[in-house]
């Protein structure tokens, strides 16, 4: 009588097993229709909390860190994005956080575009506001045709273009400059 019990329940165990493995390989869920309007049609990975850094020979160009990311064969399209570039003579000093809404990362240049209410801040505590700025990699100049609002202490600069030269840590307006004292 007793073994047989054993066997009973031992039977009973497998028979479990075997549903639950079933229901599992049967449970393949479609993504919601939230889940595919949310991903861009050519996206082929979709991430939370990417984060990545650029090197050049063990120095960082970059680090960057967006709230989502979508990735293509051919960029990365950011939102949320908090993104430091490094000084080029320096090792790993800091020269500019930025932060804004949306962004595009070439994946092949390593070029980054950054746009929608872009806010920098210098080592030194400058303020930049502008609507976009992009940093070419090649080069390792952040640069912006837009209006650019600079402020620093009392002193508020504004005017058109904006070029900022890591190599030489030389920050650059480029029209229709105009500042104020308050």
């Known amino acids: 009588m007793r073994k047989l019990r054993v066997y009973g329940l031992i039977i009973v165990v497998l028979t479990l097993i075997i549903i639950l493995l079933l229901v599992k390989k049967g449970d393949k869920t479609e993504p919601t229709e939230k889940d595919s309007a949310t991903q861009s049609p050519g996206a082929e990975l979709g991430l939370s909390g990417f984060h990545l850094i650029e090197t050049i020979g063990g120095k960082p160009q970059w680090e960057l860190w967006a709230k989502e990311a979508e990735v293509t064969q051919t960029q990365t399209n950011l939102?949320?994005?908090?993104?430091?570039?490094?000084?080029?003579?320096?090792?790993?000093?800091?020269?500019?956080?930025?932060?804004?809404?949306?962004?595009?990362?070439?994946?092949?240049?390593?070029?980054?575009?950054?746009?929608?209410?872009?806010?920098?801040?210098?080592?030194?505590?400058?303020?930049?506001?502008?609507?976009?700025?992009?940093?070419?990699?090649?080069?390792?100049?952040?640069?912006?045709?837009?209006?650019?609002?600079?402020?620093?202490?009392?002193?508020?600069?504004s005017g058109y273009?904006?070029?900022?030269?890591?190599?030489?840590?030389?920050?650059?307006?480029?029209?229709?400059?105009?500042?104020?004292?308050k």
Request: hydrophobic share 40%; proline share 2%; net charge positive.
């Open 79 to 157: 939102e949320e994005i908090k993104c430091v570039f490094f000084s080029a003579k320096q090792t790993n000093e800091p020269i500019l956080n930025v932060a804004a809404k949306k962004g595009i990362l070439d994946t092949q240049t390593r070029d980054i575009e950054l746009k929608n209410d872009v806010k920098a801040v210098t080592k030194d505590g400058a303020e930049f506001i502008t609507n976009t700025l992009r940093w070419r990699a090649k080069s390792g100049i952040l640069i912006t045709p837009d209006k650019v609002t600079v402020i620093y202490g009392k002193a508020h600069l």
């Open 161 to 181: 273009g904006l070029e900022i030269d890591s190599d030489k840590d030389r920050i650059e307006i480029k029209e229709k400059v105009r500042i104020v004292i």
